[in-house]
């Protein structure tokens, strides 16, 4: 029995690392420009860009996007990236309407989404928000924020920038998310074999 939670210690502290991610913040595009090794711009107007976003209510007009996200009737509106980022950023404004319920940002890193533990301010003004994550990621999402007496948020983005992740020139093929803690596991039993017959 005491092997037994021995492994099952050692699987969940597994999991644990495997998940974790850590986030820096910045509210000006020069902060993140000087944190990030390579900072590229995505360009709204194009559709050739490495970027893709849908949502039931995005708009996209001048290189600038309008949307709404509402709990009760709209769905997240996703941002999805041909290349590894390890950052977004871009000029955010949340007062098209008046203050809504903020925004809460996740993105998705091996299949798995992490919620990040900031939220964006619903009364952000429009200047930068970004953030450096040490994970790559090809997701990211939007979803009404936690401010609960107003379920729907409206905002306005431009000029969005991802700090790309280093050596991202040929795309890494993802590592099964079960994987690794598979492999802990049953080196966990291995070595539980291999000590009963010693």
Known sequence: MKQVLLATTFIVASAAAAS?????????AAS?????ADVRAFNLTDPSTPLTIT??????TGGILFDVIDQDDAADTVFSFDIPLI?????????PVGAGSGI??????NGQTITLPEEISPFADGGFLGF???TAFTELSFSEGSRASRPAETYLLANPVGAVESNSNVAPVPLPAGL????????AFGLLRRRKKA
Request: zero cysteines; a negative charge; aromatic letters at 10%.
């Open 20 to 28: 974790a991610a850590t986030f820096q913040f910045f509210t000006d």
């Open 87 to 95: 950052g977004f950023g871009a000029d955010l404004d949340l007062r």
């Open 132 to 134: 450096i994550t040490d």
């Open 180 to 187: 690794p803690l598979m492999l802990a596991g049953l080196g």
């Open 32 to 36: 993140f420009e000087a944190a990030a």
């Open 55 to 60: 949502g039931d209510d995005v708009d996209l």
């Open 104 to 109: 809460a940002v996740s993105i998705t890193i």
